[in-house]
């Protein structure tokens, strides 16, 4: 769900970073794009493995790569407007749940993400101490160290997205596969839950746009009714680095959180659990997960 984009993200001076999405200026400084490097070990966090082998990546070294993301996302304009945009919404938040950050000890974009979401929270008129709460299939040792070490809670069950939300509650998937946000709506499609909703995701409106319906209502049914009733605020991407917060915007549904109940009585009708055709699985599964701890044993 990243759109492709021709400004990528580096790090601060001084800081190494190995990401697979970098744009690379050879001596004529002519940009060409890196080849994405398979993963070594997929899913080890799953299946009790590690692969955080390269030397020099440990948790100090990325929470300080972590603090220097933060510092220049609090300098930015892009960081100001977001904040402005999003406070009157999420001032009354209770949690926040972050899912599909991705490996933030090898990735820079995953790193800034996982910067403006705490800068967010820090921001924002909050319970004192409000640990997000992280789940990522892909989270190695590095990553789980690093959010304990600063507070956070990570979460270990592969839930596919289907989180309840019995408070109000942030969750923020940037670009994540469109069934874990289906799966999330789904959850909470109840008229008194959805109000607890809070989504900071690739854009609805694109995605209703840039896919075909037909395709959508088998893999997003639930993105493609909630397109028509949340309301939808783009977080403009004007980052200096085009390709960690494109497409973002920040989604509720108003006037049910109101009380002006405007929504249609059929809107809560017909409420299936989602299934998805194994062809067009985007979201790691538990199913995937458990068959691969069947063939490691
Ligand atoms: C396209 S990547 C986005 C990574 C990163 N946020 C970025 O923008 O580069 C999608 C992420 O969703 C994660 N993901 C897949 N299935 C998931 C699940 N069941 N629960 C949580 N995250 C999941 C993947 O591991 C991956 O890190």
Redesign the pocket.
């Known amino acids: ?2 759109a492709s984009s021709n400004k990528s993200a580096k790090e601060p001076p001084g800081v190494e970073i190995t990401d697979d ?1 970098k744009l690379v200026v050879t001596k004529k400084g002519q940009h060409r794009r890196k080849t994405r490097a398979p993963l070594k070990k997929p899913l080890h966090s799953a299946i009790g493995g590690e692969s955080d082998t390269k030397p020099g990546l440990c948790r100090d070294t990325v929470i300080s790569q972590l603090h220097a993301a933060e510092t220049d996302l609090l300098q930015s304009g892009y960081f100001a407007e977001c904040l402005e945009i999003a406070e009157p919404i999420l001032s009354n938040v209770q949690q926040i749940v972050c ?5 933030f000890s090898e ?1 820079s ?2 790193r800034y ?1 996982l910067a403006f979401l705490r800068c967010l929270r820090d921001k924002l008129p909050l319970p004192a101490g409000l640990a997000a709460q992280f ?4 989270f190695g040792r590095t990553e789980v160290e690093v959010l304990q070490t600063l507070g956070e809670t990570v979460l270990t069950e ?4 289907k989180y309840s939300a019995d408070c109000r509650t942030l969750f923020y ?5 469109k069934q ?1 946000v289906n799966n999330l709506l789904w959850k909470n499609w109840q008229r008194q839950q959805i109000a607890n909703l809070v989504l900071i995701c690739n854009s609805f409106a694109s995605v209703v746009n840039n896919h075909p319906h037909r395709l959508l209502s088998r893999n997003a049914g639930y993105i493609l009714r909630a397109a028509d009733v949340f309301k939808e605020f783009p977080l403009r991407n004007t980052f200096r680095f085009s390709d ?1 917060f494109n497409d973002t915007s920040l989604h509720y549904l108003a006037s049910v959180s109101t009380g002006k109940e405007e929504v249609p009585a059929t809107l809560w009708e017909n409420c299936e659990e989602p299934t998805y055709e194994e062809d067009d699985l ?5 199913q995937l997960i458990e068959r691969l701890v069947v063939d490691l044993n």
């Open positions: 769900m990243r999405f899912l599909g950050l991705g490996k990735c974009i995953a993400q789940f990522d299939p892909l592969n839930v596919e997205g998937l940037p670009h994540c596969p874990l960690i985007e979201l790691v599964s538990q």
